[in-house]
């Protein structure tokens, strides 16, 4: 096996891996709470996003229509917030996204709780969703390298694109590690869109949304106080 091959096998299963595999979980916990708990809106799916706001006006659905590009622009807002404040602020935290999302998160959740002591109503409102909308953006840049985004998080057909691309390369005659990362990290998605799914039947959507903040503000945390001290650096 050569030192590069051995490199790559390294890199699967180091801390910067578990973590993205950790925060596309939460990527897929996030998607289904909003998924199951609203009108259907998506924060993770801009190609879907995309597609509902122009087709939206053909099938009769204008709201749907105007609420999905709201959405993309609550997206692009935060990938371009945490950008900015990766250079300006956060050099020697290069995970320091996730301190937005979390934000964000919170933010929604005492929203749409406020919302549902009001008026009782069991779906998150779209304001919240818009919150959560900009928090996904934010959490999609927590890894750069070059200055442009290496792991999106919630970049599903991106993820299979390259997988499909490394498992061909493995028939070729090259090693598992050319897609094997892929695959955990979608498997890592799935798995966070299962447990959303599952707490769906179980608890409301504000609680979902608590749920997802505990989870990012624990990450969070881990990122600022060893991952960022101790781990390897990530360039931006």
């Known amino acids: 096996m050569t030192k590069p091959d051995l490199a790559r096998r390294k890199r699967l299963y180091n801390a910067e891996a578990r973590l993205s595999w950790v925060l596309a979980a939460l990527a897929g916990l996030i998607g289904a709470a909003a998924f199951t708990h609203t009108a259907g809106y998506f924060v ?38 945490a950008s900015w404040c990766r250079r300006r602020y956060w050099s020697g935290h290069p995970h320091g996204p996730t301190l937005l999302t979390t934000l964000s998160l919170a933010a929604a959740s005492i929203l749409d709780a406020i919302i549902y002591w009001l008026t009782n109503a069991t779906n998150i409102d779209l304001i919240p969703i818009l919150l959560v909308a900009f928090g996904v953006g934010a959490l999609n840049t927590s890894f ?63 609680a979902m949304l608590i749920t997802a903040t505990v989870v990012c503000l624990i990450t969070t945390g881990y990122t600022y106080l060893h991952q960022d001290r101790h781990g ?5």
């Not at 499909?164 to 590690?177: L, V």
């Not at 695959?183 to 179980?202: D, I, P, Q």
């Open 44 to 81: 993770t799916f801009m190609t879907g996003n995309t597609e509902r706001s122009v087709l939206g006006y053909f099938h009769d659905e204008p709201d749907l229509a105007v609420a999905a590009a709201f959405l993309m622009v609550s997206f692009l807002t935060g990938v371009v917030v």
């Open 232 to 236: 390897p650096p990530a360039t931006s």
């Open 144 to 206: 750069v390298k070059d200055g442009e985004v290496s792991v999106p998080l919630s970049y599903v057909t991106g993820t299979l694109v390259k997988m499909g691309q490394g498992i061909e390369r493995h028939i070729s005659g090259g090693d598992y590690a050319d897609w094997l990362g892929y695959f955990l990290l979608y498997t890592a998605f799935c798995s966070g869109a299962l447990l959303g799914g599952l707490l769906s039947l179980l608890v409301a959507g504000w």
